[in-house]
């Protein structure tokens, strides 16, 4: 399958076509198209802008720093998302493996969007999260 035919189907609003087609871009990164996994870092579709950023850290040894944060804003999308999914999943999966790249001062802006979501099952897990901004 094209890479175009790809990136269309991973703007699916069918969950299974979105999903294979996701199984079948991960193929394509993890056997080097990296360029794709930076394209796919700001993508339009959140789920899929939350895997690419969660698939990241498997390639930062190959991934040039500049390359990361040229595409920050992105993330810091995602950290305020409507999408409590796609925010809690952010804060909690990716996150703490880029924490590196991101400014301080920043996150510390933008806590509240940890804590609204740390909630429920997310409590405890979000809670550390959120305290480790303070620090």
Not at 16 to 42: D, F, P, R, Y
Request: aromatic letters at 8%; proline letters at 2%.
């Amino acid at each position: 399958m094209e890479i175009q035919d790809l990136i269309y189907q991973l703007s699916s609003r069918d969950k299974n076509v979105k999903h294979e087609a996701w199984l079948e871009t991960e193929k394509i990164i993890n056997s080097g198209n990296l360029q794709l996994l930076l394209n796919l870092l700001c993508f339009t579709d959140h789920g899929t802008r939350y895997r690419a950023w969660n698939l990241l850290p498997k390639f930062l040894d190959r991934i040039k720093a500049n390359e990361v944060r040229e595409r920050l804003p992105c993330l810091l999308e995602m950290l305020k998302d409507e999408d409590i999914n796609v925010r809690r999943l952010t804060w909690y999966n990716v996150l703490p493996q880029i924490f590196q790249f991101l400014d301080k001062e920043e996150l510390k802006r933008i806590r509240k969007y940890c804590e609204e979501v740390a909630s429920d099952d997310w409590k405890e897990l979000l809670d550390e999260t959120c305290r480790e901004i303070e620090l």
